[in-house]
């Protein structure tokens, strides 16, 4: 559940199931506000699970679970993946040193079972997980004005590290601002503040300072799709990080993690069986529809949409690595012609750091 829904419903929202979070889908012309964001600046509200990791042994428990190293130092934060045995991506996370606890956003729904996964686990260790989705407020700002925006709002210096965060105000309120990995392919900051005080932050970053055009999870999904930025729900559950190219999820020089045996074997090889490509196409097609070389079936669809800053239809899709020459997509029964581009599909004021690299 939004922890604004008022709000949102004054803005006349229209909602969605993400994971079994009501989230808002858009608030109407979303295209339009895709191409605000692309141009200016926008304003969503994410729907992260929220961990809090508190005890001791905490920073020890969490970098021994997960495939890249957890940040000793306070303000400093680090996207990762937990795999299973078979190298297979169980969920991915970002997780922040705040001092006297770790906090841990995971995708929505993924919160709890992780929490219960690693409370089976912590035997003797002085660790204690707490599930707090219910407890925050985090609100991305993404486009090229994302960095004026925040500053004109915000008492302190915004961060200027992929991850990193600075604590201060907003009005009356105490916030915490993230720099993320730009996986709107924009500028971004995450604003993270106690569920009580989201209403008011809300309101200081759609209407104080610098304007911020309020945007849904039909636009994220637009501009994370144009970065070429693989989402969990799409794109990485259940796969093997070598085929998405996610270099920035995986320390191969870390210590022991489970899956990572899989994961460094691939690695040595050279290149996995699949990758992810981006494709141009006549019609938007389905997820999951087939894609083939000649009439040789070589992957599916993950997704696709109308690209509002394109305006074609653009998807990504997972193929066999040494997949080449003419493709076509199959849709509706019948295959029509899909032109390979090099990601991401639209340059913007950065780049993601999820972008496919092999």
């Known amino acids: 559940m939004t922890v604004l829904a008022s709000v949102h419903d004054d803005h006349g929202a229209t909602y969605t199931d993400r994971a079994g979070r009501r989230a808002v889908a858009h608030y109407g012309r979303p295209e339009r506000v895709h191409r605000a964001v692309r141009n200016v600046v926008g304003l969503i509200e994410h729907t992260y699970g929220v961990l809090t990791v508190t005890g001791a042994d905490r920073i020890d428990f969490v970098d021994n679970a997960v495939s890249n190293p957890i940040p000793s130092a306070d303000g400093k934060g680090v996207y990762a993946l937990l795999l299973d045995p078979q190298g297979r991506i169980e969920t991915d996370m970002y997780v922040y040193n705040a001092g006297e606890r770790l906090l841990v956003f995971t995708p929505p729904g993924e919160a709890a079972p992780l929490a219960e996964e690693w409370r089976e686990k912590t035997f003797i260790q002085d660790v204690t997980i707490t599930v707090a989705t219910d407890d925050f407020g985090v609100f991305g700002i993404h486009g090229p004005k994302a960095t004026e925006k925040i500053a004109s709002v915000f008492s302190e210096q915004t961060p200027d590290q992929p991850l990193s965060f600075v604590r201060g105000r907003m009005g009356d309120h105490g916030v915490t601002v993230v720099r993320t990995d730009g996986l709107t392919g924009e500028e971004g900051y995450e604003v993270v503040c106690t569920a009580d005080a ?12 610098m304007n911020a055009a309020p945007f849904g999870h039909q636009t994220w999904d637009s501009l994370t799709l144009e970065a070429g930025t693989p989402l969990f729900e799409t794109e990485l559950d259940g796969e093997v ?3 998405l190219g996610l270099r920035n999820a995986v320390d191969f020089e870390k210590g022991c993690f489970v899956g990572q045996e899989v994961v460094s074997r691939v690695e040595n090889r050279g290149q996995p069986s699949n990758r992810l490509i981006g494709l141009t196409v006549e019609t938007v097609p389905d997820t999951g529809a087939a894609v083939f070389a000649g009439d040789e079936a070589v992957g599916e ?4 949409a109308e690209s509002p800053t394109r305006e074609e239809p653009i998807a990504l899709a997972r193929v066999a690595f040494d997949t080449a020459g003419e493709l076509t997509v199959r ?5 029509v012609e899909a032109h390979r581009v090099e990601l991401p599909f639209v340059e913007g004021s950065d780049q993601s750091a999820r972008l496919p690299q092999y």
């Open 198 to 209: 989201a209403a008011g932050i809300f309101d200081t970053l759609e209407n104080h300072g």
């Open 241 to 243: 990080p070598n085929t």
């Open 301 to 304: 669809v993950t997704r696709a």
């Open 331 to 335: 849709v509706d029964g019948t295959e």
